[in-house]
């Protein structure tokens, strides 16, 4: 049997470009492992040497459950290795090709974890630079782990190998600014990355196509010349849809700022810190919102309702122009702009460039799904947030406080009470009576006019 330092060979997993990688196992203690060994031709190449030793310097800083943990790394004759965590399962590339597009629960199950384990390396100033389906790994129980940091940069730049001008990664699944500097690499090229993995996961398809070239890729990119992931896959929710888009903004700026801010656009709510209620008690079900607006005139005014009614209103634009609309789950704020929040960011922000309106496809939000999965951990490093507000049943619904009372002064609204927005037939009523009285005075001036 063919050895390798302290490891039994036992066969072949995988080859590429950077060697080829093989199961093994220690011979004293029996773990198995995935042991990679670096082939001669970039053994002699002193940056890809490096490169191979720095994704194992990299993975030792992370522990994470979401991340392939590193144990070993020989530089030493006949070859230099890098001995990992062995992954019972397979890539999620392989997965995809296989079994085609992934149910959309499933999908966001494995992505929210592949979240977590990114969230740590971004925690600890690491930017992986080549997340795709190809480089993270499912186990047979459905555990998602992100592998492959030979590309990863450490923003003080104690670990970057890549020099100015020049792009690393793979050009379906990366950032278009990261095609023109993989120096210069953030978070967000992360975030670009994730939502292109995302994409290939629902539809089953490479995003921009397998023939599309490097330069007509990144032109496409920064165009946002893709198929919408809904047209491929009808079944899709909006909202994953539109998270998805806004993942793969060719606009920086406008994607997710983080993972844990992505993975609230897929599912709806603030997962800061707090595992995700049942469906069963979801926000959507009753619980009191309150928003602040200026009218035409400039008058301040406060509207309350549960989330179905909040968004409701801003569908059918009651509220005017989203961007002066403030909004909080309690009457005495603090009042945020509409896009702080989850719940209700799809219904402003536009993923091809600028805080619209309100977008008027969008859908009520789903009961928030589960961004848990086996093996998965809470987020890291973030505080603990308080509770929501009470609840209310909807069938029990009680009318709008007749009485003012005095809000924060960070929310400047009125004087005057919070008006209910929950679905009313008044207004309607309202409507209905206006247009019989104007068609009424129509017909009598007809009328007149003609017996003159």
């Known amino acids: 049997m063919q050895q390798l330092g302290k490891y039994d060979i036992l066969n072949k997993i ?31 190449n002193p940056v890809l040497l490096q490169r191979f030793e720095q994704e194992f310097h990299a993975a030792r800083l992370l522990d994470h459950p979401n991340i392939v943990r590193a144990i070993e790394y020989s530089a030493g004759p006949p070859s230099p290795f890098l001995v990992m965590e062995f992954v019972d399962g397979e890539s999620l590339g392989q997965k995809i090709a296989r079994e085609g597009a992934l149910g959309e629960d499933a999908a966001i199950r494995i992505l929210a974890q592949v979240c977590q384990g990114l969230h740590r390396a971004h925690k600890q100033g690491l930017i992986h630079r080549d997340v795709k389906p190809d480089n993270i790994l499912v186990t047979r129980d459905g555990v998602a782990k992100l592998t492959d940091l030979g590309l990863v940069k ?123 209620k049942p469906a069963a008690s979801s926000v959507a079900s009753g619980v009191l919102w309150y928003l602040v607006y200026a009218d035409e005139t400039g008058e301040t005014h406060t509207v309350k309702g549960t989330l179905d009614g909040i968004r409701r209103a801003l569908r059918e634009g009651l509220l005017g122009d989203a961007d002066n609309i403030r909004a909080a789950q309690t009457k005495q704020g603090p009042f945020q702009p509409l896009k702080t929040y989850p719940e209700l960011r799809d219904l402003v922000l536009d993923p091809t460039g600028a805080v619209a309106t309100v977008v008027p496809t969008a859908v009520n939000v789903p009961a928030p799904r589960s961004a848990t999965g086996p093996g998965s951990s809470r987020w890291n490093n973030d505080p603990p947030s308080k509770p929501d507000s009470a609840e209310i049943d909807l069938n029990t619904r009680k009318p709008a406080d007749p009485t003012p009372r005095r809000s924060s002064p960070t929310a400047r609204p009125s004087q005057k009470p919070a008006k209910s927005i929950e679905p009313s037939l008044d207004w309607r009523i309202v409507a209905l009576v206006s247009m019989v009285a104007i068609l009424s005075v129509a017909v009598i001036a007809l009328v007149l006019t003609k017996t003159k």
């Open 14 to 44: 995988a080859e590429g470009g950077m060697g080829a990688v093989y199961k093994g196992r220690h011979r004293e203690t029996g773990e198995l492992v995935a042991i990679k060994v670096v082939p001669a031709n970039t053994a002699r």
């Open 154 to 276: 450490d923003m003080n730049e104690e670990l970057n190998l890549t020099r100015t001008g020049r792009g690393l990664g793979t050009p379906h699944f990366m950032a278009p600014e990261q095609f023109r500097n993989a120096k210069n690499a953030n978070i967000r090229c992360d975030i670009y990355s994730l939502g292109a993995t995302l994409y290939m996961m629902v539809t089953g398809e490479v995003p921009f196509g397998h023939k599309v070239g490097p330069l007509d890729c990144w032109m496409k990119k920064i165009r946002n010349e893709f198929t919408a992931p809904r047209d491929l896959n009808p079944k899709l929710l909006e909202r994953t849809d539109w998270a998805i888009r806004r993942a793969m903004s060719g606009d920086a700026a406008m994607r997710p700022a983080s993972c844990r801010e992505f993975i609230e656009d897929l599912t709806g709510h603030s997962i800061r810190g707090v595992p995700p």
